[in-house]
């Protein structure tokens, strides 16, 4: 048993140079305590789901085969650059590989790490219930994302605005390779660890890429639909620095992320987002500047004339927009109903969309209104329904087939809102974690959910609305 662990893990990562990382083990908590394990996903992984105790979740206890490290790395939030982040709070356990690939096992809260500057390496409950909530909803929405392997409480209190209950998250994901470690290398001028690493990430991620440019390609290309994929559903990231972009084009580091309630372009939730810079609007635009660092941390890499090599790198990023758009426009379409293409779609898409915010119309509810053929109640806005839906007939009259079964599949039902989330962790910071649980339970399902769980679809009432939600680490 002890040797088949140790040859799940594989840690590609770990054979890299030291000046990659610092190698350290998890500090150990007071009193592990279970709050979740993902059963299925840890099958899927190739996990015992009953070896994954809460001491392990936990990081006291160590599964064979385990190598654990503080990955380096660096990044520029809110535009500032920062030459030295680096895992603060989280350790890469190691690689574990099988069928499905190969995944990094990371805890996130697991202590102090030569990364932490100031912060105390823990994390409290609150983000540890978002994360796993939020992450396990976009899986199921079909996003690119990092997963929630499991989570268990520490017995030791977190200081922050108060004294809360900490906890750790297990994380997984394809790796945890960002922008900012592109970054990290290319400023310190370490050439040769920059070769190093875009190797490691090509053969991990992009085993078509033959060369930085190619690479980047790639990247583009996933972040394109990532975020197109992340405005078809009002999620808005929060805090997209650019190490919090993972290479692979998952979705990484959920910090005060959110699902829009009521739509607005401009709306923001992070509560140090006090510029929106990381607007729900702004985010494919945030995508392309923080692939720029990406392309210029690589040009050293580029052959030839460093005038070429920018010029193909900035077409490369230029690629973004072409890719995008259409993607966002096929993601839209069906969420009208539309399979079929026509010149009018966009007009009517964004026709749609600009009703919705005059009418503060909530996002998620509009567009399942929209599946059973009205949405007048959430369009509320003088006159704004009725000049918009005998359009949108007339187009969908033209479509083959049943438009909702089209729209069923692009409009999910169940979404993680984020009064429901607040109600989550409120609970659980008093020791109740029923409300955490159902609704992990629930968003498994978002588009067809059980009857039980639709309480969960209804949007806030006004006293309900959560506007602000803290970064809270
Ligand atoms: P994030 O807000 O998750 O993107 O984190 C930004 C940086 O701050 C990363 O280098 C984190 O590791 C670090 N960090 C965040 N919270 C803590 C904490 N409680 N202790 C130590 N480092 C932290
Ligand atoms: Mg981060």
């Known amino acids: 048993m002890v040797q088949a662990m140790r040859e799940h893990f594989d840690n590609s990562y770990a054979r890299l140079p ?51 490290l503080a990955q380096a790395y660096a990044g520029h939030q809110f535009g500032g650059w920062v030459p030295r982040l680096g895992d603060g709070r989280a350790i890469l356990l190691g690689e574990v590989t099988g069928g499905f690939g190969r995944r990094d096992i990371q805890l996130k809260g697991s202590g102090i790490t030569p990364f932490s500057r100031n912060g105390d390496g823990r994390a409290w409950l609150g983000p540890v ?18 997963r929630a392997l499991g989570a268990a409480l520490t017995g030791e209190g977190v200081q922050r605005e108060r004294r809360y209950p900490g906890a750790v998250l297990t994380r997984v994901a394809a790796s945890h390779i960002r922008v900012g470690t592109f970054q990290y ?44 994929k992340w405005m078809s559903v009002g999620f808005i990231h929060g805090v997209m620095n650019t190490d919090n972009m993972a290479v692979s084009g998952e979705t990484i580091d959920y910090g005060p992320c ?14 140090i ?3 929106g810079r990381y607007a729900f609007q702004e985010q494919p635009n945030m995508a392309v500047w923080n692939l720029a660092q990406l392309a210029t941390s690589l040009l050293p890499l580029m052959d030839g004339d460093p005038e070429h ?42 026709g749609l969309l600009a009703r919705m915010a005059s009418s503060q119309a909530d996002f998620t509810a509009t567009f399942t209104a929209l599946t059973e053929g009205d949405a007048s109640e959430h369009i509320t806005d003088d006159g704004a329904w009725d000049s918009w839906a005998p359009d949108w007939k007339t187009r969908l009259s033209r479509e083959p087939g049943d438009p909702k079964d089209t729209m069923r599949a692009a409009n999910p039902v169940l979404i993680a809102r984020n009064h429901r989330v607040e109600e989550a962790i409120q609970a659980g910071i008093e020791g109740d974690y029923a409300a955490f649980h159902r609704l992990v339970d629930a968003l498994k399902d978002p588009f067809n ?25």
């Open 449 to 473: 959910p059980a009857p039980k769980y639709l309480d969960l679809a209804t949007p806030p009432k006004a006293e309900e609305r959560v506007l602000r939600t803290f970064c809270g680490t």
């Open 258 to 271: 959110a699902f829009m309630d009521a739509y607005h372009p401009r709306m923001v939730f992070s509560s």
């Open 309 to 350: 090599a920018a010029d193909e790198a900035t077409r490369v990023l230029e690629g973004f927009a072409t890719q995008f758009s259409p993607k966002w426009l096929q993601l839209f379409r069906a969420k009208l109903g539309l399979t079929t293409q026509e010149e009018g779609d966009e007009a009517l898409i964004t």
């Open 129 to 146: 219930m978002r994360e796993y909530i939020v992450s396990e909803a976009m899986h199921a929405l079909g996003i690119p994302t990092t």
């Open 18 to 68: 030291d000046r990659f990382y610092a190698k350290l083990n998890p500090t150990p908590v007071a009193t592990p305590q279970m709050l979740r394990v993902n059963e299925t996903l840890a099958r899927e992984l190739g996990f015992d789901p009953v070896d994954l105790s809460a001491e392990v979740l936990t990081g006291n206890s160590l599964l064979p085969g385990t190598d654990p």
């Open 185 to 228: 290398f290319a400023a310190r001028g370490d050439g040769a660890g920059l070769r190093l690493l875009l190797d490691h990430c090509i053969a991990r991620h992009y085993p078509a890429a033959d060369g930085p440019l190619s690479f980047l390609a790639e990247v583009v290309a996933a972040q394109a639909r990532l975020v197109a």
């Open 273 to 275: 987002d006090q510029q």
